[in-house]
């Protein structure tokens, strides 16, 4: 069968993933909808508990019981991921896509050699020889920055530092050459100056094979540094998406502009405090019946508490889902829309 031919690598449309458990259920990604372009990176920020890491592993097909997807579409150039049997998804994932994970020590097998891990990939996917995959994976090893190669691919992950085994996780995502990765917060667990490499590392590799990259994080400087797009998500939603300048010079909702005024700034006076958000979040068993950072929000109105907010156009690629936005008459699909019913919240 033709494949759809799509301008689009990855297409995020509507996606719910929830968690039955004994308390109840818990809904983790509450209908979020994204697209990523070829050559393309997309920053997914947002506080531990919003959803990025359940996003990403319902991509690689990762999701594990109790997780179920409820509903929507991941859309691969133009192929459903959802809809792909065993086969399909062990070619796509792997091959066609690959995963960086949060911590290298414990997604590395403690019991096999660096150079075994980083070579089972090239020998599930493609047809080559061992002394081959041996070869690419002493390439891939140098690539990423690690001295001495050939000894490194005797070691065992516990022989390695911190930096190192990234480092390696890195190699093990980009050796097949994929079209997507999906990197989790790569960097949580490094030191600044380790972090800074790493970035400089995986920047330098996408521009060199033009893969497209969703980079999840909570740090928005590394935001700043690698990624051409963003989609902030709160609650296990997306409240707003717009290119890097977009969010960080126009943020629009409340969330975003707490993010932003919580970050250390060069230019702060002296004795200037970091603002925080107040309050804590949301508790997905039990999720609010309007907007999910409605609580935790300085301009919260009556309406924000009731209904869910709808998404506002503020300029070409960056919109926002924000009834304070509504109030002030922004478009709506070119209409402007302010609630009868809106009222300031006591």
Request: net charge negative; glycine share 8%.
């Amino acid at each position: 069968m033709e494949k759809k031919k799509t301008d689009k690598l990855l297409e995020v449309k509507d996606l719910r993933v929830s968690f039955f458990t004994p308390a109840g259920e818990v809904k983790a990604v509450g209908g979020i909808t994204y697209d990523l372009g070829y050559n393309e990176v997309m920053g997914i920020v947002g506080e531990s508990g919003s959803g990025k890491s359940v996003e990403a592993y319902t991509i690689m097909g990762l999701l594990q019981s109790p997780g179920e997807v409820l509903g929507g579409e991941i859309l691969f150039e133009g192929e459903n991921v959802l809809d792909y049997d065993k086969k399909q998804m062990d070619d796509f994932r792997g091959n066609k896509a690959s995963m960086i994970f949060q911590n290298p020590m414990t997604c590395l097998n403690p019991v096999y050699t660096i150079g075994n891990q980083l070579m089972e990939a090239l020998l599930v996917h493609k047809s080559v020889s061992k002394d081959e995959a041996y070869r690419k994976a002493v390439e891939m090893l140098d690539l990423v920055g690690i001295s001495n190669p050939e000894k490194r691919m005797a070691q065992y992950p516990h022989e390695l530092s911190g930096g190192m085994r990234q480092r390696v996780m890195i190699g093990m995502g980009l050796i097949c050459e994929p079209k997507l990765l999906i990197a989790d917060e790569p960097t949580t667990a490094l030191d600044v100056t380790i972090q800074a490499q790493i970035l400089e590392l995986m920047k330098e590799i996408q521009e060199r094979t033009k893969m497209s990259i969703v980079f999840i994080t909570h740090n928005l400087g590394v935001v700043a540094k690698i990624c051409d797009r963003v989609s902030v998500m709160y609650a296990g939603k997306i409240v707003e998406q717009g290119s890097v300048r977009d969010i960080f010079y126009h943020s629009a909702h409340p969330y975003t502009y707490g993010l932003m005024k919580s970050m250390p700034r060069i230019d702060a006076e002296e004795h200037e405090r970091l603002e925080s958000i107040e309050g804590t979040p949301v508790d997905m068993l039990n999720p609010p019946k309007g907007c999910g950072f409605g609580n935790r929000c300085d301009y919260c109105m009556k309406i924000c508490l009731q209904q869910d907010p709808p998404i506002m156009k503020i300029r070409e690629g960056h919109w926002s889902k924000c009834w304070l936005l509504a109030m002030e008459g922004m478009s709506r699909d070119g209409e402007s829309t302010v609630p009868e019913e809106a009222a300031l919240h006591e």
